[in-house]
């Protein structure tokens, strides 16, 4: 069965850090473009992050140069490590894989998500 | 950044009617444009793909259409369990979505 499983929230005093992980079963996270996607409380989704199969990665304007997306092939485990955290930042967070091709980009399978509170 | 507006942000239906939720991308996103269903609670689930694909599973009474900025995502007979928020999403340029549109029990 294909499946995310996240895991790592919980409760963070602001500029304080945290990882996330997200377990894949059932495909090979290293061959395929992995994303982040946050929703804070009563709000809707906003993309956090993606890495490319190859490697590269990219983030949204509001958490770049505080977080870092990455990965473990031998684990087949997305992470999200986050650091210099703030009250804007408490939301769940999915991981997500991303189905690509040449005519179509889309998330097709999603994690229960984990939630983070930032908070003193 | 591309922007992405949803209207409405809320609707009150009944079961069995046709429902429609547009949504506006800020400049041209080709057919880099997805459909999500989130009901509270739960993580989001693909619908549509690629402006008018049907994910595999999703009922046939769901359906995209649309080209360049204006994109619609239509229930043709709205079914009890179609009580939920939908989100639009454009991936042509990085990703973002929509504010979501509630449709709720008339």
């Known amino acids: 069965e294909v499946q995310l499983v996240e895991s790592g929230g919980g409760l963070v005093q602001p500029g304080g850090s945290l990882r996330l992980s997200c377990a894949a079963s059932?495909?090979?996270?290293?061959?395929?473009?992995m994303s982040w996607v946050r929703q804070a409380p009563e709000k809707g989704l906003e993309w956090v992050s993606i890495i490319y199969s190859g490697g590269s990665t990219y983030y949204a304007d509001s958490v770049k140069g505080r977080f870092t997306i990455s990965r473990d092939n031998s684990k087949n485990t997305l992470y999200l490590q986050m650091d210099s955290l703030r009250a804007e930042d408490t939301a769940v967070y999915y991981c997500a894989r991303v189905r690509v091709t040449t005519t179509y980009d889309t998330f097709d399978i999603w994690g229960q998500g984990t939630m983070v509170t930032v908070s003193s | 950044d591309i922007q992405m507006t949803q209207s409405p942000s809320s609707l009150s239906a009944s079961v069995g009617d046709r429902v429609t939720i547009t949504c506006r991308a800020s400049?041209?996103?080709?057919?880099?444009l997805n459909w999500y269903q989130q009901k509270p609670g739960k993580a989001p689930k693909l619908l549509i793909y690629g402006v008018s694909s049907l994910q595999s599973g999703v009922p046939s009474r769901f359906s995209g259409s649309g080209s360049g900025t204006d994109f619609t995502l239509t229930i043709s007979s709205l079914q009890p369990e179609d009580f939920a928020t939908y989100y639009c999403?454009?991936?042509?340029?990085?990703?973002?979505f929509g504010q979501g549109t509630k449709v709720e029990i008339k």
């Open positions: 059932g495909f090979t996270v290293s061959t395929n473009y």
């Open positions: 999403q454009q991936s042509y340029i990085a990703r973002t």
């Open positions: 400049q041209s996103i080709s057919s880099y």
